[in-house]
C-alpha cells in the first residue's frame, strides 16, 4: 500500500528526509544490536488518516522494511484497511526497530525506547497531517492519549491532539490472539470509516456556510 506515489511532491521530499533519518537512528543501541533495520513509517503525504502500532514485527516490518507488512497482523490490517474503503492511509509505529529479549522473543519497547522514538512520530505526523490518529493498542493509546484516558475501542471516546483526533482501536495481534472476533474488526473498522465520512461532511458544510457568509457579507458592502 505504498502511497507515496500519490503523495504531493512537498509531503514527499519532507517525509523522504525523516525516512531517511529512521533508517540511520542507532540512538538505542539496545535495539540496533537486535533489529535487522529500522523501519520508518510509510503512506500517503497527507494523509487522512494515520496508524499508530507499537513497533514492527519480527516476521514483519523488520525484515521487509515497511510497517504492518509482511506478517499476519499486516495482512489483517491491510485487508481490514481495504475492506472498510479507507484511503489516504499513513502507517507508522511508535518504535522504529522490532524489540527484543535475550532469547531473541518480541517484547514491549521500554518506555526509554518509546521516548527516544517520538520525535521521529512527531516529525512524520506533523508532516502528513492525518485528520485522524488511529491508535492501534493500548500501550500506543496511553502514550498518545494520557494515562487517564479510557481505552475502549468497542465504544470510542476520541481525543483532541492538536489539529487531529485520536481514535482508539485493538492492534491486529491482539485480533489474530483470538481475544477479538475478525466481524467485530471489521465492524469497528466500518464504525472508523463512517466517523471519517461524518467529519468529512461536517467540514464541506462548515467551509460552504463561510462561503455563503462571506458571499452575503460582500454583496451587502457594494450595495
Given at each position: 500500500?505504498?502511497?507515496?506515489?500519490?503523495?504531493?511532491?512537498?509531503?514527499?521530499?519532507?517525509?523522504?528526509?525523516?525516512?531517511?533519518?529512521?533508517?540511520?537512528?542507532?540512538?538505542?543501541?539496545?535495539?540496533?544490536?537486535?533489529?535487522?533495520?529500522?523501519?520508518?513509517?510509510?503512506?500517503?503525504?497527507?494523509?487522512e488518516i494515520a496508524f499508530v502500532?507499537?513497533?514492527?514485527?519480527?516476521?514483519?516490518?523488520?525484515?521487509?522494511?515497511i510497517p504492518f507488512s509482511g506478517d499476519r497482523s499486516g495482512t489483517l490490517l491491510r485487508s481490514m484497511i481495504a475492506r472498510s474503503g479507507l484511503d489516504r492511509v499513513f502507517i507508522t509505529n511508535l518504535v522504529r526497530c522490532n524489540p527484543r529479549d535475550e532469547g531473541g522473543r518480541n517484547r514491549d519497547p521500554s518506555a526509554e525506547e518509546i521516548a527516544s522514538c517520538s520525535e521521529h512520530l512527531m516529525r512524520e505526523l506533523a508532516i502528513v497531517r492525518p485528520r485522524v490518529i488511529v491508535c492501534l493498542g493500548r500501550m500506543v493509546w496511553t502514550r498518545l492519549a494520557g494515562?487517564?484516558?479510557?481505552?475502549?475501542?468497542?465504544?470510542?471516546?476520541?481525543?483532541?491532539?492538536?489539529?487531529?483526533?485520536?481514535?482508539?482501536?485493538?492492534?491486529?495481534?491482539?485480533?489474530?490472539?483470538?481475544?477479538?472476533?475478525?466481524?467485530?474488526?471489521?465492524?469497528?473498522?466500518?464504525?472508523l470509516a463512517r466517523y471519517l465520512h461524518r467529519a468529512h461532511?461536517?467540514?464541506?458544510?462548515?467551509?460552504?456556510?463561510?462561503?455563503?457568509?462571506?458571499?452575503?457579507?460582500v454583496a451587502v458592502t457594494s450595495r
Open positions: 500500500m505504498s502511497a507515496l506515489a500519490a503523495s504531493r511532491a512537498p509531503e514527499r521530499t519532507a517525509l523522504k528526509q525523516v525516512q531517511d533519518l529512521v533508517r540511520g537512528c542507532a540512538r538505542c543501541p539496545t535495539l540496533v544490536r537486535c533489529r535487522t533495520q529500522a523501519v520508518p513509517g510509510d503512506g500517503a503525504a497527507p494523509a502500532g507499537i513497533a514492527p514485527g519480527r516476521f514483519g516490518g523488520d525484515r521487509t522494511g494515562k487517564k484516558a479510557p481505552f475502549k475501542p468497542a465504544r470510542p471516546a476520541t481525543i483532541a491532539l492538536g489539529p487531529a483526533t485520536l481514535y482508539p482501536m485493538y492492534h491486529p495481534a491482539y485480533v489474530n490472539r483470538g481475544a477479538y472476533t475478525h466481524r467485530r474488526y471489521l465492524r469497528d473498522f466500518r464504525t461532511t461536517a467540514e464541506q458544510s462548515a467551509r460552504e456556510s463561510s462561503r455563503r457568509l462571506r458571499d452575503a457579507n
